[in-house]
């Protein structure tokens, strides 16, 4: 339970291992109903088994154990609901697991349990893309600096800056989707993966099997080709990373010396166990905590691409845990960047308390640029270089630098020079980006 602090409680529970288990036993009590539609089990021996399977109990422990010793999960559970059909029908326990192997009963459970935990993350990757959207439009004109390298460059909406983290989720969000559902793909091979058990009715009980549960049936064992955990594990590691970008943003904008945007609060959140003063930013941490243990996960999986042969040793047996440890940090940092978002306080005042605090530095480029319409790029440049390099060594502002040179202000009338100090005079084309990026994820999140 400790793991809940990094991890979201609800995409956890999806992955339990009950759920899991319960994912095995959906597996061979479709298996058995598609081999009684394929003429292999009698109708009556299918339903005692997928009776059995509905209800069916397991002890984690005992089998983890045993699994130890056998080196996959589904030999000891095989073993108990066998024995478990047994006291039912032991004429119906001989055909529970037939013509399967372990491969198909741990993958096509793990898809079963991705199915559920992505549409989580859909909805927590929703919700931090409508919290951005609501942001980028809310504050498409107030000003702010956005920052390069650092270092305060020029003015900016807010709302653009809100815009772009809105695009980076929305460019996740519809990717994953994507992934989640090609992932969706029954695991059916038999022993080699040419389901020779079941003769010339392999590919008709695999059809059937994959109805039953809901997924698509494969063109090929995919036993060995492992590239679509890969990409749903990379793909699952990019929505972190997105949640982590706008954390970062957030908490550096929340610092005190620079306070323009904090994140909600609520009692206890994001004290000090030694300084009453502090307010951390605990959202954002949880965010980039996540971001930044997922790439690690993802490049798990992108190692396992290389199997021997028909089944590898040491590669999907494990797959279960990485791709449940990727989901559910991914889904803590999403879970922590929507409650940040969805309650941001902005301050606008302090936005432009900091431009003004640059003394006019952020203006720069427009006055160089209006100087290159006389001067030509360079020599603008180096003229606007030496008005801001008075503003720094004499404390005064770029405006009484331009109003103070001789050679600037004859090629800039003086009413003119106010506009070039006005920061929504130089959002070029913030506004029409804004508005495609909620165009795009109005598109994507439909």
């Known amino acids: ?30 298996l058995a109903g598609a081999s009684a539609a394929a003429g292999i089990v009698s109708a009556a021996d299918a339903k005692i088994i997928a009776q059995v399977c509905a209800g069916a109990k397991f002890d984690a422990v005992a089998l983890a154990r ?70 980028a439009s809310a504050h498409r004109a107030t000003p702010t600096v956005a920052r390069t390298l650092l270092q305060p460059a020029v003015p900016v909406p807010f709302g653009w800056k809100a815009a772009v983290w809105l ?21 059916f091979g038999g022993a080699g993966g040419t389901l ?9 009980l695999a059809t059937s099997l994959a109805t039953a549960l809901g997924l698509q049936a ?4 995919w036993h060995s080709v492992r590239d679509g955990f890969a990409r749903l594990g990379s793909e699952t590691a990019l929505l972190a990373g997105a949640a982590g970008k706008i954390a970062r943003d957030v908490s550096l904008l929340m610092q005190p010396e620079v306070g323009e945007a904090f994140e909600p609060e609520a009692e206890g959140k994001g004290g000090s166990s030694a300084m009453p003063h502090k307010r951390n930013p605990v959202g954002c941490l949880a965010a980039l905590e996540a971001a930044q243990r997922g790439p690690g996960l993802a490049a798990t999986l992108i190692a396992q691409l290389a199997p021997e042969h028909e089944r590898g040793l040491g590669h999907w047996q494990s797959q279960w845990y990485t791709l449940r440890d990727l989901f ?32 006019g530095l952020v203006y720069s480029e427009a006055v160089s640029i209006r100087l290159s319409a006389s001067l030509g790029k360079a020599a603008s440049h180096a003229l606007a270089e030496k008005l801001c390099a008075q503003v720094v060594r ?24 106010a506009g070039l100090f006005d920061p929504i005079s130089g959002y070029g084309s913030a506004q ?7 165009a795009r994820w109005q598109a994507q999140s439909t």
């Open 66 to 135: 045993d699994a130890r010793r056998a080196g996959t999960l589904t030999i000891s559970f095989v073993k108990s609901l066998t024995g478990q059909v047994a006291a039912v029908s032991p004429e119906a326990a001989r055909w529970v697991h037939f013509g399967a192997t372990s491969q198909d009963v741990i993958d096509t459970a793990v898809v079963l349990c991705l199915g559920d935990a992505a549409a989580r993350i859909v909805t927590l990757s929703k919700h931090v893309g409508d919290a951005a959207a609501a942001l």
């Open 167 to 187: 695009s980076l989720v929305g460019n996740c969000h519809a990717a994953f989707i994507r992934a989640a559902r090609e992932s969706q793909v029954l695991q």
């Open 1 to 30: 339970m400790l793991q809940n602090a990094f991890q979201d409680e609800a995409c956890a529970e999806l992955f339990s291992d009950a759920r899991l288990l319960a994912a095995m036993a959906r597996f061979e009590g479709a």
């Open 394 to 417: 004499q404390g005064i502002s770029l405006r009484e630098a331009l109003d103070r040179d001789l050679e600037a202000a004859k090629i800039i009338p003086a009413a003119e020079r």
């Open 432 to 438: 029409a980006m804004i508005d495609r990026a909620l």
């Open 328 to 359: 559910c940090s991914t889904a803590s940092g999403l879970a922590a960047m929507a409650e940040v978002l969805e309650g941001l306080r902005v301050d606008p005042a302090a936005m432009q308390a900091n431009i003004d605090r640059s003394r």
């Open 218 to 221: 494969p063109a090929i064992t």
């Open 196 to 204: 020779a058990a079941y003769g010339t009715r392999g590919d008709a």
